[in-house]
């Protein structure tokens, strides 16, 4: 069974671009999560889409925002980039929603923004 | 607030030694599980082990055991006889029911002696 594929793996843009991130879930996942991983704040939460509902929403301004597909692949976009938005974004699906559903992660995509 | 604290930013142990990566957390909920991720240089994240916060028992996987304390809230990972396949980030993480986010740590740098 093939895993959380994420692409691209790498990207870079410059200040006040925009920019969207794939993510196609392992297949039968619903749920997929966003976290973005920077060495100075670490792993802190996005957003989690289940049946292409947002459930939950981290604390990041409405320049980063999120959808899911009907075939449960979500994509993520952040607008006017800064640079503060460089960081390794991850995406982890799961079976469902819920507190006791393991996450699996992709490779992530390496954002650097110039 | 909602927090984990894992206090030792790097660790190193012999090869085939026994290592314990401690992690501490602090949430009002009394349901919610615990995970230990470890993230190798190729950045993907691993699941190693879930615990269920009222299961009293510790998990185990096989080289790979935590200690539980929930009074305490405390949720250490026991690595034993090390590998060199272990060298990796080692972020641990909390999830509630009442928000599905997970919660990290800053994570623990395990180097693994040959």
């Known amino acids: 069974k093939a895993g959380v594929t994420q692409t691209p793996r790498y990207l870079i843009k410059t200040r006040g671009q925009q920019v969207t991130l794939s993510c196609s879930p392992i297949?039968?996942?619903?749920?997929v999560s966003w976290y973005q991983q920077t060495p100075g704040q670490g792993l802190q939460f996005l957003f989690e889409?289940?049946?292409?509902?947002?459930?939950n929403k981290g604390n990041f301004p409405g320049r980063f925002s999120g959808r899911q597909f009907s075939n449960s692949r979500s994509e993520m976009n952040v607008s006017t980039l800064e640079l503060g938005d460089s960081a390794l974004y991850l995406c982890?699906?799961?079976?469902?929603?819920?507190?006791?559903?393991?996450?699996?992660f992709g490779d992530g995509t390496r954002l650097s923004i110039l | 607030a909602q927090t984990v604290t894992q206090s030792q930013p790097e660790m190193s142990v012999q090869e085939a030694e026994t290592v314990t990566l401690s992690c501490t957390y602090d949430?009002?909920?009394?349901?919610?599980?615990l995970f230990w991720y470890k993230q190798p240089p190729s950045r993907q994240m691993i699941l190693v082990i879930r615990?269920?916060?009222?299961k009293q028992q510790n998990a185990t996987e096989n080289r790979f055991s935590v200690n539980f304390q929930k009074a305490a809230k405390s949720f250490s990972l026991k690595i034993s006889d090390s590998q060199l396949g272990d060298a990796a980030m080692y972020f641990c993480?909390?999830?509630?029911?009442?928000?599905?986010?997970?919660?990290w740590g800053a994570g623990t740098k395990l180097i693994i002696k040959p």
């Open positions: 615990q269920e916060a009222y």
């Open positions: 297949s039968g996942h619903r749920s």
């Open positions: 949430t009002s909920e009394s349901d919610y599980y």
């Open positions: 889409y289940f049946s292409e509902t947002q459930r």
């Open positions: 982890a699906s799961s079976l469902s929603t819920g507190t006791n559903q393991p996450q699996h």
């Open positions: 993480a909390y999830r509630v029911n009442s928000n599905y986010q997970l919660i």
